[in-house]
């Protein structure tokens, strides 16, 4: 390494928080690669407490294809039939996992990224990401996860949103907005029930503002209030649920209505 590398430093880092957790499947066919670039991939390699594991389609069949099923797979048929069909023929997957120590930098993150987009350059056809649950082409991954060159938590979070039963003399449906992603900061995902059209964008730009707050270290009082002119008056914080919630994967906090 020619020198130090940058640190992804979390101004707002708070204890006590959550453990942060990685979990990315490389689909790809990886030849003895060259030694990887510490510089140019913004990497020293396998962050401490994650494993990189590999597995390769003649004897371990079953890894490969359990993430080629359920909803998110038959998504990707549907809407992006060229890159299934790329994950579908590759004879190898890497996989990066592993749970964290919470600390005040977010290095982990930046070794990680690294070392994804180092085999993406050399074999691979696209990254995995089933906490956020997204389908990572190189392209969109080096423009949005890589060439930033600093953590964008928005990009490793994304905001769900789920229509919910008509109430009273509303003729549309209230939202429920949820995030999934923020396990990887160690820090709890976001939901708001019964939101109305007219408070949707208040409602992301409340979530998105949480995100980055999570991502670089704060955290959420229990009970916290809710000031934004653009919501309704009175609405709190109030932390959930656990690790095995499949709705999140994650503890969250509720934002709740008085």
């Not at 594991?53 to 797979?73: C, M």
Request: net charge negative; glycine share 10%.
């Amino acid at each position: 390494m020619d020198g130090p590398m940058a640190d992804w430093a979390r101004p707002y880092y708070r204890d006590p928080g959550g453990r942060p957790f990685l979990f990315y499947v490389v689909y790809g066919m990886f030849h003895t690669p060259p030694r990887i670039d510490a510089q140019k991939y913004r990497t020293i390699g396998i962050p401490l407490g994650l494993g990189l594991s590999h597995y390769d389609r003649a004897k371990y069949p079953d890894v490969l294809a359990r993430f080629q099923e359920g909803y998110l797979w038959d998504e990707l048929l549907v809407h992006n039939s060229i890159l299934a069909r790329g994950v579908s023929d590759s004879d190898e997957c890497l996989i990066l996992r592993g749970e964290i120590d919470d600390r005040s930098d977010l290095n982990y993150l930046r070794d990680s990224v690294g070392l994804l987009t180092y085999f993406l350059d050399h074999g691979g056809v696209c990254v995995y990401d089933p906490q956020m649950f997204r389908w990572w082409e190189p392209v969109a991954w080096r423009r949005h996860i890589f060439e930033p060159g600093g953590p964008v938590p928005r990009e490793h979070v994304v905001i769900l949103t789920s229509d919910e039963d008509k109430s009273g003399s509303r003729a549309e449906p209230l939202t429920w907005f949820h995030t999934r992603g923020m396990r990887k900061f160690g820090r709890p995902d976001l939901s708001v029930h019964g939101m109305p059209l007219e408070h949707h964008e208040a409602v992301i730009d409340l979530l998105e503002r949480f995100i980055e707050l999570g991502a670089f270290g704060g955290v959420i009082a229990e009970g916290q209030k809710i000031r934004m002119r653009s919501l309704p008056p009175g609405m709190t914080c109030h932390h959930k649920g656990d690790l095995d919630d499949p709705d999140f994967n994650n503890v969250h906090v509720e934002i709740v209505l008085p």
